[in-house]
């Protein structure tokens, strides 16, 4: 600053130092005795032009220190408010970081009350966390096998029920490395599966190798499979497989609550050895399998990659063939434990890129939530275009030639679709940004047309007459009945339709990188109709 008051004041003083050299030009003039040819006025043309170009610059350097201040100080301004940001956005982290933490404990306060309550007799040996659904038995088959593999599990770590009490005769086919007679055993008692996975972690460490068992009782995951059985109809099938994965989860649970020296030891170089060889014959299977097809539920693809994070084999394989398999998987509860347990975490944006070009964008938002990519892929835009093309699917090409049959199948379509968004928004908690009460005014005017139609349907069927009592009389009418079948065939759903019947929750955001047991996923194929309606599947096999 005072370098540039001192260059002001000598270019201020340039006029007064012209002059005083005028005059002293002058006397030496006056004394000469020849004149001199260089002229006064030159001189002075020179020097004020010498003056103006010192000025001109010198206010030149004014205006660039003045334009780099600003720069400066917006710069300023603009690092103040992205630390703001940052740290607004730490303290809505811990702020739900503890809504979660308390309605956790909250849950897990109300089942061993509950538990209490229905046999206060006995201790709490098991915590419901689903309190305000319908028990094992009370649940459809598929709904019991879709309930969470780790929750039970934790639930009884955490009231320090470490044995195993209502199954004691899983301790001893453990003892005897029995893998088949400990599929039977689950198949068995599958009707009380949920205390049956309580105590299956702790029956393993009876075992003289947990870990050769687990990997004894995968051996059956492919035999089984004939060639001419549909693996999505095959109930023995997919039981057999639902338990493999069970168990391999149930040994990941142990493994977790064990210390390295014992975790090295039970998962030894010779272990991982014949669990990447079982890998290795299961991995070109999954190339025949089609993504869409799979519907985000795919048995095979997720025993795979809990077999990978198991056994901490996933270094061993490719990573981006790895991430390519997510998709298959995207429904499965365990989904995002599984990202990270695999170390796929910064391959996740390409997966939610794959799923919304597939038409599956309701994955796409359970994903972005779940490792927090909310910012690169808004939710909103994404339910939206769900929306948009599951009523492009669900309409017929010509609407005036379909039949009623065909009209209420197109409504169907429609109300998963708008159910799946509904639910989806109020488990992400994102009503504000999206409101529900259009969704819900245009549920209630599908299900009344269809109910409308359904009733017209009904009354224009032919009703066939009673025989008389002398034996004598009409027999059942036949009519053609050809009008009744939709006039347009049902086209591939690319879009898959979604049905929540609980909460559909990944887990969020964590440092803890260990393999993790959410809740077994929901499965749900639907044998009788592909990906329509979403995954209602049911078997008598249950897992």
């Not at 051996?219 to 168990?247: H, Q, W």
């Not at 299900?447 to 032919?462: L, Q």
């Amino acid at each position: 600053m005072e370098d540039k008051q001192s260059v002001a004041t000598l270019i201020d003083s340039t006029t007064t130092k012209i002059q005083q050299l005028q005059k002293a030009f002058a006397e030496l003039e006056s004394h000469r005795a020849v004149t001199l040819n260089l002229k006064w006025k030159e001189l002075e043309e020179h020097f004020h032009g010498l003056e103006k170009s010192l000025k001109r610059r010198f206010h030149e350097l004014e205006d660039q220190e003045k334009e780099f201040e600003t720069k400066t100080r917006k710069s300023r301004e603009m690092l103040k408010k992205r630390e703001a940001a940052v740290v607004a956005k730490e303290q809505a982290s811990l702020v739900r970081l503890q809504e979660k933490r308390d309605a956790a404990v909250f849950a897990i306060s109300n089942a061993l009350e509950k538990h209490r309550k229905v046999s206060p007799e006995e201790p709490a040996d098991s915590c419901d966390g689903d309190s305000g659904e319908l028990s094992v038995e009370e649940k459809p088959p598929d709904s019991v096998a879709s309930e969470s593999n780790s929750e039970d599990i934790k639930c009884s770590s955490e009231n320090g029920n470490f044995g195993v009490k209502s199954y004691p005769q899983l301790v001893k086919i453990c003892e005897e490395m029995d893998s088949e007679g400990l599929h039977k055993f689950i198949s068995d008692n599958r009707k009380n599966l949920a205390a049956l996975k309580e105590e299956i972690p702790w029956a393993l460490k009876a075992a003289a190798s947990p870990a050769y068992l687990v990997l004894e009782s995968l051996k059956g995951f492919y035999l089984l499979e004939a060639p001419n059985v549909d693996r999505k109809k095959d109930s023995n099938l997919l039981g057999l497989r639902r338990t493999c994965i069970m168990l391999m989860e149930c040994l990941s649970f142990l493994l977790r609550n064990m210390d390295m020296v014992s975790v090295s030891a039970l998962i030894s170089e010779d272990v991982r050895g014949q669990a990447k060889l079982i890998a290795e014959e299961w991995k070109p299977k999954l190339d025949a399998l089609d993504m869409d097809a799979s519907n985000g539920n795919s048995l095979e693809a997720h025993a795979f990659l809990q077999l990978l994070a198991t056994f901490g084999i996933a270094s061993d394989f490719n990573e981006e063939e790895l991430s390519r398999l997510i998709p298959m998987v995207s429904r499965r509860r365990q989904t995002a434990d599984l990202c990270r347990s695999l170390g796929l975490s910064e391959k996740m944006p390409g997966v939610i890129e794959v799923l919304m070009n597939n038409g599956r964008q309701i994955d796409a938002v359970n994903l972005a939530f779940a490792f927090d990519l909310t910012v690169q892929f808004l939710p909103v835009p994404l339910l939206k275009a769900y929306l948009k093309e599951a009523r492009k699917a669900s309409s017929p090409v010509k609407p005036g030639n379909s039949s009623s049959t065909a009209q209420i199948e197109f409504s169907e379509r429609e109300l998963a679709a708008l159910k799946a968004v509904i639910k989806c928004i109020e488990e992400h908690n994102i009503e504000e940004q999206y409101p529900i009460d259009p969704l819900q005014k245009r549920v209630l005017l599908l299900e009344k047309v269809k109910a409308d139609k359904k009733g017209s349907t009904e009354a224009a069927k032919p009703q066939t007459k009673r025989a008389r009592a002398n034996g004598a009389g009409y027999g059942p009418r036949v009519t053609n009945v050809a009008a009744d079948k939709p006039f347009y065939s049902r086209t591939t759903d690319k879009y898959p339709q979604y049905v929540y019947d609980r909460p559909y929750v990944y887990s969020g955001p964590a440092d803890n990188h260990g393999p993790s047991l959410l809740g077994s996923a929901t499965y749900n194929f639907s044998p009788s109709h592909g990906n329509y309606f979403g995954y209602q599947y049911q078997v008598p096999y249950l897992h």
